[in-house]
């Protein structure tokens, strides 16, 4: 019986808007504030797993900014209307003072442009083996503070702009890969080695590459930890991997499937810088791609709408042709609060981590496809075909 | 090797708009004029069935308006801006001349108060004893006249009203139900018997209740014939069965789903009788009903604008919660010619149930539940799944 | 110079969501809490009328559910996410309070079916006579109480069902009018009489017929009081009185306006009865029957959705013609909070109808156009015609 | 009585879709054939101005592409379902074939990198005074060839980048700016220098900068003639010209207008173009930043998506702050034929310059601002004040 057991959540990036969500939101679940809407594991056949409860979890983690507190972070979101409201987060405030103390300062390596907008000081001087040991240490530390059974890591952190050479490496173990690309290497690279060394499960909701890079790969398989990624799947793309595979099935020929996806938060402030944006698009158009056996025109367009905060407004155009070559559309607006979204996707990706990590199970998290824009393997790009590992997965419990 | 064989295709409503594409348009495939979408049977893994081709495919039916011939049916399509272009209803002039010798005349028996509408006498004096072996007889002549192999009998009239004495009968064979009920039988339920009675297989592709009596389901058992059917799934429907197991799957509480079409045909004339529409609207929402397990707002209108023909205009709103109860929304608006994405599957369901009639196969086609808004038997109600079934159907190649 | 002076504002229906954005929306204005939207006599060149501040409003009302007070009607609204946040409400909570001492009972006469669902006791004992006599000495007392120079009424209440004999009464003068109709004269009316005979400027900004009656009409003039009225332009129709015309003044041929107002407040619920439905739709279909001088199909639907509360969402499918009878379309969907466009609008009227008190205008207020979806006198139907109205009426200054 | 006299109207993009457009439906309406839908020169009071009839003209332009003809583009029109049928382009197939003889090759100057995306030869030994004599003579013998009593030059050609250190030219006169930039004017600007030497009105349909250049506009009043542009607007931006002043005039805050515009034609392929697609943005969005008096985030996205061809499909969000700073929003799509919307507005500027010419009314054209997206002069920004504009000239009848 697990349920005695302790499982430690560091985040990175632990006062983003999704990690603000996660924290309070579990807190106010833990207090029976709010309804436990969102949680894909709370959901048939995944119920029969032996999965942590939210009870067994404790936060802590890693975060860039140096003037932000949960509370205030919290806070600052309640009176942007986000996903959370004054009165909850009043009601979880000593929750998230309390886990103020299990922050460490992030890693500043890999920060483009962009360092001056997040407020945080140039990396110049950033040492990347010197940042990851620390880094490691400080995962360690808090496994051991607080005497946890396990830690899943989770990236919550900006996206990071991505250098050509990084992804073309011929290095295959992580020292080689630090010595030979060390200043280049971004944080969340290094962040993932450090987590892995440290014995975590690693959990990649962003479009960082760390998973993708042989070095990291060998370091999980090295420790037989279990791995997943990349990319949450929360709105648009949760749409294209249903609508897409209806079209394919239909024998329906999509000509255009246009995407214009509206934000104004910090993910789409980053964004804003064309780097930052390359790493991001990559991921959402590969799924159509993968969808279709024939090109098509396709444009991802992300902007940056400040007044929106974190309410993605996508809206897409679909022109496609049936019989007789006759063209039809289909449109759609989704409105979704992007951190309410993430936010449960999390911690059920957590719970799936920290299980396997029970287990003993080593190397990409198939079974998680479901989770991601861009999964780890050789898994089918239609999301009930993803749901279906996922469910094949609940009969070994 | 089927390919010498020749099947007949009998189409109920044999001048309507989805009939007039199937007509025109198998006949341009023919030529290669046009290019062949939409059909579901042209994909993987369905391609290795030994299906029909539509070059062995000889059409013939029943049609209730006497002013009407196939080519000024098509034309008058290709002027309303449908489906069929003038220049593709020119090049196959002659095929559409030539069908006009294997019409007949169609069944006046329960037409409601739109009949006027149709501009078809009153059907106060139609027996339907003798207007169902007269069916029948033009099935069995259209059959000896062309020698063909076997016929498919298809209904794509428009929707009746339905009477609730007829949907709680009693009576178990067919006899018993004509002599309790005759006056109140619709023409479809008469058609369908008599159809069976002629040894063809059945395609219901409208929301007629045919296949949901239990004499016409114990005709189609005795003559040891294959039945599928109902209400093709071509547009809003089709939408639903992908994006509410998406909102299932997620965990994501749909509050409110109210969908709303549009839509300026004959069809949506029709359903502008409010006894007519009922019996469209119960198909369409209980698709939803049975994807979540909780009770939903959901109101399904249909309206009918004349200026948009054929070219079925549907806004959805969908309402629903996520994570600590924030709330979001998704709205699509589908602007489809429905007679252009009905046609193909029309197509695919004659070749699926001539195959079915060859191989002896009786009774509801469950394979065939992703083409209907209300599939026959015990199937799922997630196109991921309908299509499993079919993929399923297709190892038994 | 006014500003020493003191307006009272008396609300029918005062504890409604408009109602309830006044009253804690002016007490947050006042304490500089919130922006000043909304406010169109904050506009050039309205701004060089002498209207009263927000300031020197004294608001008081009838209302009809006992069970309600300002502040919990406030905190309602704030916990369904309606215009009004819960730390602006408890930022006013003095003001709510304090404004409870002026209500008084609202009038049960005329209410329909749907008294139950307002939670209110049947209205089968309201004298008409005595309801009148008792709502004007309410009036007269608030005025008295507070020392105002004058009192402008706004009737703010649910739609009501409207009686067809009513409106076809032969009866000019109030006293035979009620003797003819008594117990069929709805509450509004009641009210309307009321604040006429006890000297208050009339803002009805609902559907009520009040003010198309010859009696009140007469009433209003004897007593030389100005009105105006009715139903405030908020949302959708307001979009309609600028797009309408921009169709017509291109020679763009509307085909069909298809209209859907899906909302969720108790406005919602009331319309949902239909023969509330009915004298709302009215005035919303008529707008563009007046700008177009041709025929066109335009059905104008209300939905009740629950879950959408105060959030009007209001999609439009604009089907029109243009060069050589090309086809073309245009959709909308608009997403207003109702009572926080409402609110504002109402405060203009009284602060313009406080003017036309002052001044001693009578009748109908002619260059309130703007402000209303079927206003009173033959005045332009395009928002521009009307905003040049106020802008005339700003002359006189 | 000027129904006997003939207007000639000379185009520059002769065989463009808009154009095209013109040419088809001119015809088609002459001979009855086509709905005159469109026209603002028809409806009151423009009804009461002296315009000539569309049968007293007579058309010739200048085309760039050497392998158009007149009956070749429209017949591809048709091919592609724009604003023009097959069956009527076959029945003014004699119109057609006769135009051709009064067209002209267009000129090479200042075309950029997209010369070859056309299929034109750089342009690079195109001398623009020979080009410019060339294309006045053309005129001059199009006009004596047909003994019209005036002609009427309108630039319907595409978008060109414009070089900034043009529009900060100090030259006043017309050879001045030649012998100063000579290479680096653009063929709109040589055609437009032409055509006024040539004593032509002026129409600028597109966004050319012709006619804010000093010498371009020292050239209309030195020959007296009138001018008017720029930009048609007839779609998005029409749109933008009746909904920014209502918010406006509500008092509604505009916090983002996010405007996307996706088109296929060759208007959307020459746009693909960096350069070309700044000259066309910068009308776009001038006129939100004229409409409101306080700074909003509002970009311009135009998005070239090949199988739209012809239709213009824009989607608007339109973020908005009402009372206490509520936050709303609008969105539209607008789905539009391009050229069906512009060519009728086309022939009401023909007609209007014709009259202004016949009538000796000198510079811009101040009366036809609801045509343009940047009308020249100091003019109302809102689409119902340009139209008064337009009545108050009608009044010169």
Request: glycine share 10%; net charge negative; with cysteine.
């Amino acid at each position: 019986m697990q349920s005695e057991q302790r499982t430690g959540v560091w985040i990175f990036g632990a006062l983003g808007s999704i990690a603000t969500h996660v924290l309070a939101g579990t807190a106010a679940i833990r207090r029976g504030l709010a309804p436990r809407r969102g949680l894909v594991t709370d959901m048939a056949p995944l119920t029969t797993l032996d999965l942590p409860g939210l009870d067994n979890l404790v936060f802590g983690g890693h975060e860039l900014r140096p003037d932000t507190d949960p509370l205030g972070a919290a806070r600052e979101i309640a009176s942007r209307r986000g996903g959370l409201t004054r009165e909850l987060v009043d009601a979880v405030e000593p929750e998230l003072i309390a886990v103020a103390a299990d922050l460490r300062p992030g890693c500043r390596a890999g920060l483009g442009a962009w360092a001056a907008s997040l407020g945080v000081d140039s990396p110049g001087d950033a040492d990347p083996v010197a940042e990851t040991a620390r880094m490691r240490a400080d995962i360690l530390e808090f496994r051991a503070r607080h005497g946890l059974d396990r830690v899943v890591a989770v990236n919550l952190a900006s996206t990071e702009p991505v250098s050509a050479a990084l992804l073309g490496s011929q290095a295959t173990g992580w020292d080689s890969f630090l010595a030979a690309h060390g200043p280049d290497i971004p944080a969340s690279v290094l962040f993932s080695a450090a987590a892995l060394q440290a014995g975590c499960a690693l959990v990649n909701f962003t479009p960082s590459p760390a998973l993708d890079l042989a070095p990291i790969r060998a370091l999980a398989l090295a420790q037989g930890l279990p791995i997943c990624g990349k990319d949450g799947k929360t709105g648009e793309t949760l749409l294209k991997s249903v609508l897409g595979p209806m079209f394919f099935a239909r024998n329906l020929r999509v000509l255009s499937w246009e995407s214009f996806n509206l934000l104004g938060n910090r993910d789409g402030q980053v964004l804003a810088h064309e780097g930052n944006k390359k790493s991001k698009l990559a991921g959402k158009s590969d799924l159509l791609r993968n969808v279709f056996d024939y090109p098509f025109h396709g444009e991802v367009h992300i902007d940056y709408v400040p007044s929106l905060d974190d309410w993605k407004t996508a809206w897409n155009l679909i022109h496609f042709e049936g019989f007789l070559g006759t063209r039809m559309m289909l449109q759609f607006t989704w409105q979704g609060c992007d951190s309410a979204l993430a936010a449960p996707l999390v911690l059920d990706l957590v719970r799936l981590a920290d299980l396997a990590l029970r287990r003993g199970e080593s190397g990409p998290m198939l079974h998680t496809a479901a989770f991601f824009k861009a999964p780890l393997g050789q898994v089918p790009v239609d999301l009930a075909g993803q749901m279906a590992l996922l469910a094949e997965y609940a009969k070994t419990a």
